[in-house]
């Protein structure tokens, strides 16, 4: 480690790092050293720009001596509440410091000074192996329930071939074969995932409106849940809506006889390809509906395969029909006050996927 690099500083990111931290980004998660002028505009508009931006609730950059930004974690902040109690939250993610090695402490002070921060909670839902560690270390462990990731094989064939894909790119030519092998598998079978009508719940497709006003209904199943409000819903909505690198955004809710909402999710999907789970919902007697009109709408949709990040309360439902469980991503929650985190310790807390990160274009998209 250079002496240079011993002096540097933490400090608040600015509008005038911006360009900076997208070269790092590139650098970092795409092993790329181009430009991107789209990745630059959306960090000003994610972290700049978001509805419940607080001067002192920001992200931090980490600045060699001669003022070069060589590391970052990004601060989302959030607006939870418990109960009548308003709580103020914020997510860390985007940890990254070029020339770690030559710098071994930069994300450990990093991570230090989000946790150091106002928040009553502070969260991640995106910690890599070398992320979790220096939480860990800081007496912070991962949070099992919401660190699983699930893999639901709808074809089993495309599935192989999209999963060989991300390994050689050259897979994607025997796509054909693996379409043929899954209706050879299917031949004179009955369809395998077929949502079952019981009167109790409708689903049906709908607009990102009408899911917003779903999910502020249910939100309240929750003890920890998101103070979302319209607006505020309609901008994550919005955000979330531009992630296309996994297909297209389904928005599907499960109504009531009397047109209450009672479950609701939203997924990307594409044909031919494994879909990606943004947010399911529901009352705690409805999550067996959810998951099995979600299976069978992606089987219909034309998905290979269906996966999504952990959502505690849907485990079991996932679990018994077969959905298979890896690590892939970690949980992290801490707070001074420990009873804040109970919720989250029982899988009794909204802070996933759209109550999370997400719903972020950084977490998967491509920028050109």
């Given amino acids: ?66 003022g070069k930004v060589s590391g970052f974690v990004g601060v989302l902040p959030a607006r939870l509440e418990i109960g009548d109690r308003s709580l103020r939250a914020a997510f860390a993610g985007s940890l990254m410091v070029e020339n770690a090695k030559e710098n071994p402490l930069a994300g450990a002070r990093l991570v230090r000074a989000f946790l150091a921060g106002p928040q009553d909670i502070s969260l991640t839902e995106t910690a890599n192996a070398t992320a979790i560690g220096m939480w860990q270390k800081a007496g912070h462990p991962l949070d099992p329930g919401y660190s699983m990731n699930w893999l639901k094989v709808l074809r089993p064939a495309s599935t192989g071939v999209q999963l060989l894909e991300r390994r050689i790119g050259l897979a994607r030519l025997i796509r054909p074969f693996g379409r043929i092998a899954d209706r050879a598998i299917s031949f004179g079978r009955r369809t395998p995932f077929t949502a079952i009508a019981n009167g109790r719940v409708s689903f049906r497709d709908v607009t990102p409106d009408a899911f917003g006003e779903a999910l502020l209904v249910l939100k309240d199943t929750f003890a920890l849940r998101p103070r979302w409000d319209p607006s505020s819903i309609r901008w994550f909505l919005g955000q979330a809506e531009q992630k296309r690198n996994f297909g297209y955004p389904e928005w599907r809710i499960g109504y009531s006889s009397d047109g209450r909402p009672l479950a609701a999710y939203a997924y990307f999907a594409s044909p031919g390809s494994i879909g990606w789970l943004l947010q399911a919902i529901a009352a705690p007697a409805r999550l067996d509906d959810l998951v099995d009109d979600l299976f ?66 950084l977490i998967g998209d491509r920028f050109d």
């Fill in 296 to 361: 069978a709408h992606a089987y219909g949709y034309g998905c290979a395969a269906l996966r999504g990040a952990a959502h505690p309360w849907l485990t079991p439902a996932l679990m018994l029909r077969g959905a298979l469980f890896h690590s892939r991503s970690f949980y992290v929650a801490a707070a001074r006050d420990k009873t804040l985190l109970e919720p989250i310790k029982s899988g009794q807390a909204l802070v996933s996927g759209l109550a999370g990160e997400g719903w972020m274009r």
């Fill in 1 to 66: 480690m250079t002496a240079g690099k011993e002096a540097g500083v933490i400090r608040d990111f600015e509008r005038s790092d911006i360009e900076a931290v997208a070269r790092l980004f590139q650098k970092t998660f795409r092993k790329s050293g181009k430009p991107s002028p789209s990745l630059s505009a959306y960090l000003e508009e994610a972290f700049f720009d978001h509805p419940w931006n607080e001067p002192d609730l920001c992200s931090k950059v980490f600045a060699e001596s001669d």
